[in-house]
């Protein structure tokens, strides 16, 4: 009896938590289409809280820090930031903490493409964003709520709609500013794939002080999503990133992250395939020292015939750095011939760093290969001392060996270009930091 | 060019004594040989000429050109001019060979204040001296040593003495696991390089190999120690009447 009442009191205390939450941040006063779908998320959130690092999907990290009404306040730090991706003939977006800057950015408009800010959208009659947005992210919040997800949909300030209708070549770059030490942003960003279109997105930038980025994909059949991501250098940003997708018949999805540094990064990827002989890969190499917790969280679920998902998340951890892994891929009843392949590692460059993994199978199809495997350990000594007796100094060849351990999850990026932009990032951070 | 005297060393791990006052010298421009039973100390001296953890010298010395090779770090040694290639090449999964090599070629450049290869001058290189070794692009291009057959690892291990150039190169058994041809690739790749600046310590079982590279001098090792030395002819002796003979007369 006592323990049912705390449980309810526990729940109660969530529900005024979720409610101080949502009071503490201006709502988007809108009018339109979007208030039924930010409704709901509010009524969702207030039914579920906010999380707790009593519940089992936070038990590796504490939500606190992103879930509390009040602001957290960051250090700005990376002044090359917008470097990244440049080179690119690229559809250029840029937010200021979590400002939309029309100035900085191209105009929203390209071939094969309808690009909308979600503060003007809003007021559009955007049919197709109507049925999207909120709409994959409530789907996700089965069987595990992802209330910070929910309290997205519900604030966003802002975000981006894209519909692409074709084969469209140059991606689209979102870059994220900030010069606010306590901006606190949250970002919701809708992508419609229509059959047989194709489309890269590339984002970049530490956003915000606290950031909660949702990010809706609905691939449909035939067509292609590709994600590169390089999340912010700012050291004490903190961040909650969503990524919910949903794909169709022979579709394509592949998503890679990069992150080195931030104080906290809890990145979820909730992925279900609902057509036949659909791909869908997700990688993700992270880097940090010192107060760092890196935290991947992924849910895919087969739900089709002949698909094959892959997951390669590897992380390089010293001075204290912790990283978290929680994978699941669940094979629905009927999803025969599902492939599906999990792999979650971590470099550990001293006995202070830590990493936690909770790899987790579950299957209700009998032909189906599914396999995952999590390791932790250190750089290998035989190998080290090898490039050493070539004259390779202690630093390079550690540096070598950790870039050696990230490369099965850099080989996800199918674009040779971008992949040695995000190898290049990985060695500067890695030669700033093996100095000491 | 290498001198070593009176070395002693036991392991780190546990109270044992591997070797037990080895005294070798090998002068400039000359190519040594070493034989000896397993177990008798071979690797180990190479190892701890070369500064693998897990030793401890508790006696004697070693010089590279006068300079104390066992104050150095591995990687000085290395950029000193001392060059192991090893009885068992390590697997590198995700470094590329070309990296590898690349990478030890300007890092050694760069510590003796040397400018760095240009990529260009560095693969014409490469490509020239994995030529002649039978090593093909695509083994340039896998990770280091990773698939790579027994023979191929070998063969690996002279490409980058080849591009290294050192001055005291030590070959622990680089003949073991080759067939003939492969013998006579890796013989001629270490005959290339032999002239008058640079020394060889050629660590071997088989006599077979020193038809090929033609030692000046031939040492027998034992139980942590030389136990004979002597011109080409002891190889034979080995090879006739194995390691009784020699053995029971150093005791
Ligand atoms: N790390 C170690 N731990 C335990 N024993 C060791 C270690 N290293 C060397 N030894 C021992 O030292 C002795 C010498 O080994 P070493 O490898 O130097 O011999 P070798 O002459 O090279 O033999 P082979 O001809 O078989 O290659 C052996 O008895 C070996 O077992
Ligand atoms: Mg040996």
Redesign the interface.
């Known amino acids: 009896m006592a323990a049912l009442t705390r449980k309810e009191t526990m729940a109660q205390q969530r529900r005024a938590q979720a409610a101080e939450r949502l009071a503490a941040m201006a709502v988007p006063a809108v009018s339109s289409w979007s208030k039924a779908p930010r409704d709901a998320a509010r009524a969702r959130l207030l039914d579920m809280g906010l999380p707790h690092r009593r519940d089992e999907y936070w038990k590796y990290t504490d939500p606190t820090s992103l879930a509390q009404p009040e602001p957290v306040e960051a250090a700005t730090f990376d002044p090359q930031e917008t470097l990244i991706f440049a080179q690119h003939e690229r559809l250029h977006l840029v937010f200021s903490d979590g400002v939309f800057d029309a100035e900085a950015s191209d105009p929203l408009e390209g071939e094969g493409i309808e690009i909308a800010r979600l503060a003007e959208a809003e007021t559009a009659d955007i049919h197709w964003a109507q049925d999207l947005y909120g709409t994959l992210e409530a789907r996700g919040q089965q069987p595990v709520n992802r209330p910070l997800a929910a309290l997205n949909s519900a604030l966003a300030q802002d975000g981006v709609l894209i519909r692409v209708t074709g084969q469209v070549e140059r991606p689209v770059h979102i870059t994220y500013l900030r010069r606010d030490t306590a901006s606190d942003v949250i970002l919701h960003h809708v992508v419609k794939v229509e059959p047989g279109a194709k489309i890269t997105l590339l984002e970049n930038g530490p956003a915000a002080a606290r950031l909660n980025t949702c990010l809706e994909v609905d691939v449909a059949d035939g067509a292609a999503f590709h994600h590169i991501r390089a999340q912010g250098r700012d050291h004490e940003r903190r961040a909650a990133c969503h990524m919910f997708a949903r794909l169709g018949e022979k579709s394509v999805f592949k998503s890679f992250t990069l992150t080195v540094n931030g104080v906290l990064t809890r990145n979820e990827a909730v992925i279900e395939f609902t057509g036949d002989d659909a791909v869908a890969h997700i990688a993700g190499a992270a880097l940090g020292e010192g107060d760092y917790l890196h935290d991947d969280t992924v849910f895919i679920t087969h739900d089709a015939v002949n698909c094959e998902s892959r997951q390669v998340f590897k992380k390089v951890l010293r001075k204290g750095a912790r990283g978290v892994f929680q994978g699941k891929i669940l094979v629905k009843d009927g999803a025969q011939k599902t492939d599906g392949y999990q792999l979650s590692q971590a470099l550990l460059l001293d006995d202070d760093a830590e990493f936690d993994a909770k790899p987790e199978l579950e299957i209700y199809a009998d032909d189906v290969a599914c396999s995952h495997g999590s390791t932790t350990g250190a750089i290998?000594?035989?190998?080290l001392?090898?490039?050493?007796?070539?004259?390779?100094?202690?630093g390079?060849?550690g540096n070598?060996?950790v870039?050696?351990?990230?490369?099965?999850a850099i080989e996800e990026i199918e674009d040779d270009e971008l992949a040695s932009e995000i190898t290049e990032r990985l060695s500067g951070w890695l030669s700033r930091h093996s100095k000491d | 060019m290498l001198e070593i005297k009176n070395l002693h060393v036991k392991l780190e791990e546990e109270d044992k004594q591997i070797l037990k006052g080895v005294d070798l010298t090998v002068e400039t421009g000359k190519v040594h040989a070493i034989m000896g039973p397993n177990g008798s100390g071979k690797s180990t001296l190479s190892y701890v000429l070369?500064?693998?953890?897990g030793y401890v010298v508790t006696e004697g010395s070693a010089e590279l050109e006068g300079k104390d090779l066992l104050e150095m770090?591995?990687?000085e040694?290395?950029?000193e001019g001392l060059?192991?290639a090893?009885q068992y090449?390590?697997?590198?999964?995700?470094?590329s060979n070309m990296?590898?090599l690349r990478?030890?070629v300007n890092?050694?450049r760069k510590?003796r204040g040397e400018e760095e290869m240009s990529a260009g001058d560095f693969l014409k290189l490469v490509r020239e001296r994995a030529k002649s070794l039978k090593i093909d692009a695509d083994m340039l291009k896998r990770?280091?040593n990773m698939g790579f057959s027994g023979g191929e690892k070998k063969r690996n291990e002279i490409l980058?003495m080849a591009m290294?150039e050192p001055k005291m190169c030590i070959l622990d058994e680089t003949d073991s696991g080759l067939d003939v041809d492969a013998m006579k690739l890796v013989a001629e790749g270490v005959n290339a390089l032999r002239n008058e600046g640079r020394s060889f310590l050629v660590i071997t079982h088989y006599q077979r190999l020193l038809n090929h590279i033609k030692p000046d001098v031939v040492h027998i090792m034992a139980d942590g120690r030389i136990v004979k030395t002597g011109g080409p002819e002891l190889a034979l002796e080995v090879e006739e009447n194995g390691y009784a003979d020699i053995l029971a007369e150093a005791v």
Do not use: C, W
């Open positions: 290998d000594e035989e190998a001392f090898y490039l050493l007796s070539r004259g390779i100094s202690k390079e060849a070598l060996l870039l050696a351990f990230l490369a099965e | 070369s500064g693998r953890d770090e591995t990687e040694r290395a950029s060059f192991l090893f090449p390590v697997e590198i999964p995700g470094v990296t590898f990478t030890a890092s050694q510590a990770p280091v980058q290294l």
